[in-house]
Structure formats: structure tokens, C-alpha cells
């Protein structure tokens, strides 16, 4: 079982930025392939950005295209996103997600309120 646990949520006022952390331990991190979700209250939980176990390869929800960038260090066992130029609608509760083949690893979450 790999236990993910983000960090780095809070309350920032629109047009400001935060950085989420992901860390996951364990030996196999740097096989995995790691992404970010978000749920918003009342909402379906949706995806974010996805980063390859190599970091050669990255993708994004249009709704952040521009403003989000993933990244990982695979020496730290640790997935980044940094948000930019944060939005109200950008509010909800960020998830860590860790996948090797078929099978995903979820974090607990961590909050992102922006506030207008």
C-alpha cells in the first residue's frame, strides 16, 4: 500500500499563486505515474494535470492550461504543482493520485480556498 500525503493548501486571494506537495513513499515512486485532481462542493471530482514516471511528458485540463505547472522530483519521491494566477473557481480540495498499471494510490487531500 502506498500512502500519499499532500500539502501546501491554504487561503490566497485571486491572481495570487500557492505550491501543492505530494509526497509518496516507497522505493517504486519513480515508476509511477502521478496527477492531481480536484473536487469543488457539489462537484465531481476532476482532473488537473498528469505528469509521466519519466517527467518527459506532461498534461493539463484546459481550465488551468497556462496558469498550473506539475513537476516531480523522482531523488525526493515528491510530485509538485504550482498554481499561478489562482482563480475563485479554482477553489476545492486538491488530490494527489499515484498510478502503476491498473492500480492508483490516493492522498487524503489538501483545501485551496481563493478567495474574490
Known amino acids: 500500500q502506498v500512502q500519499l500525503v499532500e500539502s501546501g493548501g491554504g487561503l490566497v486571494q485571486a491572481g495570487g499563486s500557492l505550491r501543492l506537495s505530494c509526497v509518496a513513499p516507497?522505493?517504486?515512486?519513480?515508476?509511477?505515474?502521478m496527477a492531481w485532481f480536484r473536487q469543488a462542493p457539489g462537484k465531481e471530482r476532476e482532473f488537473v494535470a498528469l505528469?509521466?514516471?519519466?517527467?518527459?511528458?506532461?498534461t493539463y485540463a484546459d481550465s488551468v492550461k497556462g496558469r498550473f505547472t506539475i513537476s516531480r522530483d523522482n531523488a525526493k519521491n515528491m510530485v509538485y504543482l504550482q498554481m499561478n494566477s489562482l482563480k475563485p473557481e479554482d477553489t476545492a480540495v486538491y488530490f494527489c493520485?499515484?498510478?502503476?498499471?491498473?492500480?492508483?494510490?490516493w492522498g487524503q487531500g489538501t483545501q485551496v480556498t481563493v478567495s474574490s
Open positions: 493520485r499515484g498510478t502503476y498499471g491498473t492500480t492508483s494510490y
Open positions: 516507497g522505493r517504486t515512486f519513480n515508476t509511477y505515474n
Open positions: 505528469i509521466l514516471w519519466s517527467g518527459g511528458s506532461t
